[in-house]
């Protein structure tokens, strides 16, 4: 991969890229660290980053923190991420929509409006909810002098949040357009990897919190490093896993255009073995911090009722360290992955085009057989995938119980997800750059 970039900076034109790239970056960075006008937020930031499962520990580790501190670039990319998810779904379940993706680039583009349109108005409603949540903390200034101000407030803060949404969709854009591409994932790179300065100061910290564990025989010495080695093998693990696939082998038959006989050559469908990504991941764990983020609402307002159900040991089935918590992430990672690469894959497409490339499946009969086949493969692929994600996603909270049962409980907050983006944004963005390397050195017939 640094060879690549090394490769990448000496061609003028990449190096004039990744300038851009960069200074784009460091704008999102520098916005992430500006607070917007009337919040006073406490100097710990509005969450614990290392306490627990709710949807805004979600939000602040998909925004660099910046959730965390209510900046302008607080929501970040997550309304962009969440319009793309939704459009994508509404393009099976809508006829317009599904028309539109097979018109090519005419197509594309028109979804890619309507995705800006939808994010705006999800970046309006999420910095609304933002705001009620910060007014009910009394994090928001001048609360109680009067009605106008209180509404002159809200409507800035709401707007700003909306328009630093905007603005970051439109920075990805940019890097799609001038930069090396990939835009909103490299945004979302730089604000996962940005927390890593963080995670390790907490993870090497010297508190006296720790010094009980390193009193208790140097355990905490031990695992520290060994988190650190965990890691590295956890990377190893995605970048094999993200690369391995499944290989269909297919057959064109001769056939004769004019004069010109095309085919006769041997082929095959690569199929990933981890072809959802890291999709199964974030939808089961944003439906399980759904109990978490109710409970940090009216965890004040609840009381145990004899002979009804207990509502704290409710929601303490939803913390990381419960096996509940443990088998329901599981089962819901299997689940969505067969439900989103059922949205990618459809079987029946794959063989028709199969076979009006005159081609086959060597063994296998054309039409219905074939379809049969290929679902067949890929539902097997699907179920080994998600087994492999699921051992990324499981790490965290195994390795919290384990070190609990050692007296050192460590909480990693810096979890399966952000490696997977993190090493996924990476690969994706080297063979993007060696992509255009490739074109650059190409020469043609006139050469």
């Given at each position: 991969?640094?060879?690549?970039?090394?490769?990448?900076?000496?061609?003028?034109?990449?190096?004039?890229?990744?300038?851009?790239?960069?200074?784009?970056?460091?704008?999102?960075?520098?916005?992430?660290?500006?607070?917007?006008?009337?919040?006073?937020?406490?100097?710990?930031?509005?969450?614990?980053?290392?306490?627990?499962?709710?949807?805004?520990?979600?939000?602040?580790?998909?925004?660099?923190?910046?959730?965390?501190?209510?900046?302008?670039?607080?929501?970040?990319?997550?309304?962009?991420?969440?319009?793309?998810?939704?459009?994508?779904?509404?393009?099976?379940?809508?006829?317009?929509?599904?028309?539109?993706?097979?018109?090519?680039?005419?197509?594309?583009?028109?979804?890619?409006?309507?995705?800006?349109?939808?994010?705006?108005?999800?970046?309006?409603?999420?910095?609304?909810?933002?705001?009620?949540?910060?007014?009910?903390?009394?994090?928001?200034?001048?609360?109680?002098?009067?009605?106008?101000?209180?509404?002159?407030?809200?409507?800035?803060?709401?707007?700003?949040?909306?328009?630093?949404?905007?603005?970051?969709?439109?920075?990805?854009?940019?890097?799609?357009?001038?930069?090396?591409?990939?835009?909103?994932?490299?945004?979302?790179?730089?604000?996962?990897?940005?927390?890593?300065p963080t995670e390790a100061s907490m993870l090497f910290s010297t508190?006296?919190?720790?010094?009980?564990?390193?009193?208790?025989?140097?355990?905490?010495?031990?695992?520290?490093?060994?988190?650190?080695?965990?890691?590295?093998?956890?990377?190893?693990?995605?970048?094999?896993?993200?690369?391995?696939?499944?290989?269909?082998?297919?057959?064109?038959?001769?056939?004769?255009?004019?004069?010109?006989?095309?085919?006769?050559?041997?082929?095959?469908?690569?199929?990933?073995?981890?072809?959802?990504?890291?999709?199964?991941?974030?939808?089961?764990?944003?439906?399980?911090?759904?109990?978490?983020?109710?409970?940090?609402?009216?965890?004040?307002?609840?009381?145990?009722?004899?002979?009804?159900?207990?509502?704290?040991?409710?929601?303490?089935?939803?913390?990381?360290?419960?096996?509940?918590?443990?088998?329901?992430?599981?089962?819901?990672?299997?689940?969505?992955?067969?439900?989103?690469?059922?949205?990618?894959?459809?079987?029946?497409?794959?063989?028709?085009?199969?076979?009006?490339?005159?081609?086959?499946?060597?063994?296998?009969?054309?039409?219905?057989?074939?379809?049969?086949?290929?679902?067949?493969?890929?539902?097997?692929?699907?179920?080994?995938?998600?087994?492999?994600?699921?051992?990324?996603?499981?790490?965290?909270?195994?390795?919290?119980?384990?070190?609990?049962?050692?007296?050192?409980?460590?909480?990693?907050?810096?979890?399966?997800?952000?490696?997977?983006?993190?090493?996924?944004?990476?690969?994706?963005?080297?063979?993007?750059?060696?992509?255009?390397?490739?074109?650059?050195?190409?020469?043609?017939?006139?050469?």
């Open positions: 991969m640094f060879q690549t970039l090394v490769n990448a900076w000496k061609i003028p034109d990449l190096r004039k890229k990744l300038i851009f790239t960069a200074i784009i970056i460091l704008i999102y960075r520098v916005g992430s660290n500006i607070p917007v006008p009337f919040i006073d937020m406490p100097a710990t930031g509005l969450i614990d980053p290392a306490g627990g499962t709710t949807f805004l520990n979600y939000l602040s580790m998909m925004t660099g923190d910046a959730f965390n501190y209510g900046t302008i670039f607080a929501l970040s990319i997550t309304p962009y991420i969440n319009s793309s998810i939704i459009i994508q779904l509404l393009t099976v379940a809508i006829p317009y929509l599904e028309r539109l993706s097979k018109e090519g680039e005419e197509g594309r583009k028109k979804i890619a409006k309507i995705t800006r349109y939808v994010t705006i108005a999800l970046g309006f409603l999420q910095s609304t909810a933002y705001f009620i949540y910060l007014n009910a903390k009394d994090y928001v200034l001048y609360q109680g002098t009067s009605k106008a101000i209180e509404v002159f407030q809200a409507l800035v803060i709401i707007f700003v949040l909306s328009a630093g949404t905007a603005l970051v969709m439109w920075l990805g854009e940019q890097i799609n357009d001038k930069g090396i591409g990939n835009g909103i994932s490299i945004i979302l790179f730089a604000g996962i990897i940005s927390r890593i508190n006296p919190q720790v010094g009980s564990y390193i009193s208790r025989g140097g355990i905490y010495y031990f695992l520290a490093p060994f988190v650190v080695v965990c890691y590295i093998l956890m990377i190893a693990y995605i970048v094999w896993m993200d690369n391995a696939e499944r290989k269909i082998p297919v057959q064109y038959a001769k056939r004769v255009v004019g004069r010109k006989m095309y085919g006769g050559q041997s082929t095959h469908i690569p199929i990933k073995v981890n072809m959802s990504g890291v999709m199964p991941i974030i939808f089961a764990s944003s439906i399980l911090s759904l109990p978490p983020t109710i409970n940090l609402f009216v965890a004040d307002k609840i009381k145990s009722v004899e002979g009804k159900l207990d509502w704290g040991d409710f929601f303490s089935w939803f913390e990381p360290t419960s096996v509940v918590y443990g088998v329901l992430y599981f089962l819901m990672i299997i689940f969505f992955a067969y439900f989103y690469a059922a949205i990618q894959y459809n079987p029946v497409e794959m063989a028709n085009n199969i076979r009006k490339n005159s081609g086959m499946i060597p063994g296998i009969r054309p039409g219905k057989p074939t379809s049969d086949y290929i679902g067949k493969i890929i539902s097997r692929i699907i179920l080994l995938g998600a087994l492999l994600l699921s051992v990324v996603a499981l790490f965290p909270t195994v390795f919290t119980q384990v070190t609990t049962l050692l007296n050192a409980p460590m909480n990693i907050t810096l979890g399966g997800t952000s490696i997977i983006i993190m090493v996924g944004v990476a690969l994706e963005t080297v063979k993007q750059l060696e992509s255009q390397m490739m074109l650059r050195h190409y020469k043609g017939f006139l050469d």
